[in-house]
């Protein structure tokens, strides 16, 4: 069924012999010349309309808004339960124990090929804590992991320890470092 305002599609019958477009070649169909006209108009109006253009400024108007700067951000002060830094080094009272500085007279050396570790570790805490010990070889090119070993202390509020980790590699010194850290287990 032709849909108005379409044409139809060619069918065998329309089909005819001897036309510009040779034998058995497809009519050509025109567009009626009033919606053509019709739809130029259109056209042709709606683009008369066009975009607004700009007036000359307004001398009454003030060109910009100005708004009061509102603070935002107010400052951050820390809670009471917060513990203050500056104490993370002193002996605890519930407040934080810095173990970095409990382990002394450190040394990280091979004997041959075979590296041991060697220092003194002193709890100056009132309290008792397990230390944990760590020691690194890690490679000086790129800073990788080459091994790692860590050992428990326990030691009594006060008490100081000998800490030993013996042949915890076998390698050469050439192209490798060896790190060490302590830390307090629980804390």
């Known amino acids: 069924m032709p849909m108005p305002g379409r044409p139809r599609p060619a069918t065998r019958a329309s089909w005819t012999r001897g036309t510009t477009g040779g034998p058995g070649a497809p009519r050509a169909y025109a567009v009626p010349s009033l919606a053509l006209g019709a739809s130029m108009a259109l056209v042709l109006g709606l683009a008369a309309c066009g975009q607004p253009t700009p007036q000359s400024p307004d001398d009454s108007v003030a060109p910009t808004v100005s708004v009061p700067v509102q603070p935002t951000l107010t400052r951050d002060t ?11 080094t002193a002996a605890s009272d519930g407040g934080l124990f810095d173990a970095s500085s409990s382990l002394s007279a450190a040394t990280c050396v091979p004997t041959g090929d075979s590296w041991s570790f060697s220092g003194t570790l002193k709890n100056s805490d009132t309290e008792e804590h397990t230390f944990t010990v760590a020691v690194f070889l890690v490679k000086t090119s790129d800073g990788s992991d080459v091994v790692s070993k860590e050992v428990d202390v326990k030691l009594a509020a006060g008490a100081s320890a000998p800490v030993t980790i013996r042949n915890f590699h076998t390698g050469p010194k050439a192209g490798v470092e060896c790190l060490s850290g302590v830390t307090v287990k629980g804390l």
Do not use: L
Not at 78 to 86: A, H
């Open 78 to 88: 820390p809670d009471d339960d917060v513990p203050n830094p500056t104490d993370s």
